[in-house]
């Protein structure tokens, strides 16, 4: 199973400028994640989280990560 | 994916305007994800049709693969990828979700 710390370097890798919050929903291997980034400006919320899972691919493809509950935001 | 695997895929969202790839049945969600879009969907008297990914595993990994969407459930309306549960959340949250079914089933 990934660390919090794994998936917030993942993300961070990938969506350089990101402040990413990652927190265990219910103790199981189920994430609560939420991404905020300047990046997502202009995107569906479909492109905001596919842009999220490319970072984790490899993770949710071995359950490494079996599911995470994804908020996307961008900067106020 | 093999192309029969990808026809069954294309043939469910072709021929249900709502359709929803879950685990488990609407009577019967096998993952709390899964329940939060068919209560969703329920809540705002939608009809619509589910696949249970669980039995079947061609479906169940060529989803993924179809919509490059790495989670179950996966909502389709009218043929496009509308979201899984996080989406359907934040779109019934906001008000949107029922206002964009109803114009995607009236077109």
Redesign the interface.
């Known amino acids: 199973m990934a660390t919090k710390s794994e998936v917030i370097n993942l993300i961070k890798q990938k969506i350089v400028d990101s402040e990413v919050y990652v927190e265990n929903l219910k103790g199981d291997d189920?994430l609560q994640v939420t991404v905020i980034s300047s990046e997502f400006n202009g995107l569906s919320?479909?492109k905001q989280?596919?842009l999220v899972?490319s970072a984790?691919?490899e993770e949710?493809?071995s359950e490494a990560i079996h599911?995470?509950?994804?908020?996307t935001e961008t900067p106020n | 994916m093999e192309n029969p695997t990808k026809n069954k895929i294309q043939n469910l969202i072709d021929s249900n305007p709502v359709m929803v790839f879950m685990k488990g049945t609407k009577l019967m969600p096998q993952c709390g994800f899964s329940n939060n879009v068919v209560q969703i969907l329920n809540s705002l008297g939608v009809t619509f049709n589910t696949f249970d990914v669980l039995s079947d595993f061609e479906i169940r990994e060529g989803i993924k693969e179809y919509s490059e969407w790495p989670t179950i459930p996966q909502v389709y309306l009218k043929g496009e990828f509308l979201g899984g549960s996080d989406i359907l959340i934040e779109m019934y949250n906001t008000g949107t979700l029922k206002e964009k079914i109803e114009i995607a089933l009236a077109s």
């Open positions: 189920h919320l479909v989280h596919q899972y984790l691919k949710l493809a599911a995470l509950a994804l908020k």
